[in-house]
């Protein structure tokens, strides 16, 4: 497995996996318009596109050569920064960590969160925010095994369809282990 970074010629592999993954795990909590209208905000080629050409956010692939395996974001500003209870002034948020369901428990999650958490170090970030749904209780273990915590229960909008989420927080300090 090689991680990279993201470039343009990634984005129709980045835009496929993204709104796969996302179909495959929550598709079914949705209308079929609901979910048509945010597949459309968050993974239309075009949308993707502007993250990798733009300055908020940061992508790493892992891949095997011949297909993509995952893919983690970083965006900042943090959406979720004014939101922190423990003061954190210059969060950055972890968008996305997606493997391919069929891919998964092969340590590719893991790898990109260990790039996730040194990349937000070594920007000199002071925590990694990020959101997970309520009843997603597999994603909630592996991010309490990477030190986040549950910090705050949010919203999180499908279209007009409104999920219970919950905000997760890790704090980071220089000098510290990922």
């Known amino acids: 497995m090689i991680l990279r970074p993201a ?3 990634d984005v129709p592999a980045l835009a496929a996996l993204g709104r796969d993954s996302f179909v495959a795990a929550f598709g079914h909590l949705y209308s079929r318009e609901n979910l048509a209208a945010f597949l459309a905000a968050v993974y239309a080629e075009e949308v993707v596109r502007g993250e990798v050409e733009g300055e908020e956010c940061i992508h790493r692939l892992a891949d095997e050569g011949s297909r993509l395996l995952g893919y ?3 965006r900042h ?3 979720y920064a004014d939101q922190s209870p423990t003061g954190a002034r210059n969060p950055i948020a972890l968008g996305q960590l997606y493997t391919r369901p069929d891919a998964t428990g092969q340590g590719i999650g893991a ?4 790039w996730a958490i040194a990349e937000a170090r070594a920007r ?3 925590a990694i925010q990020l959101s997970v749904w309520a009843e997603n209780l597999g994603a909630q273990r592996f991010y309490a095994r990477h030190g986040f ?4 229960e ?3 909008w499908v279209g007009e369809h409104r999920d219970d989420e919950f905000l997760y927080e890790l704090p980071l300090h220089q000098g510290d282990g990922p």
């Open 77 to 79: 500003p943090s959406s």
């Open 154 to 156: 949010i919203d999180f």
């Open 124 to 126: 000199r970030h002071d």
């Open 7 to 9: 470039t343009t010629a």
């Open 149 to 152: 915590a549950k910090v705050a």
């Open 72 to 74: 983690a974001k970083l």
């Open 111 to 114: 790898a990109l969160m260990d």
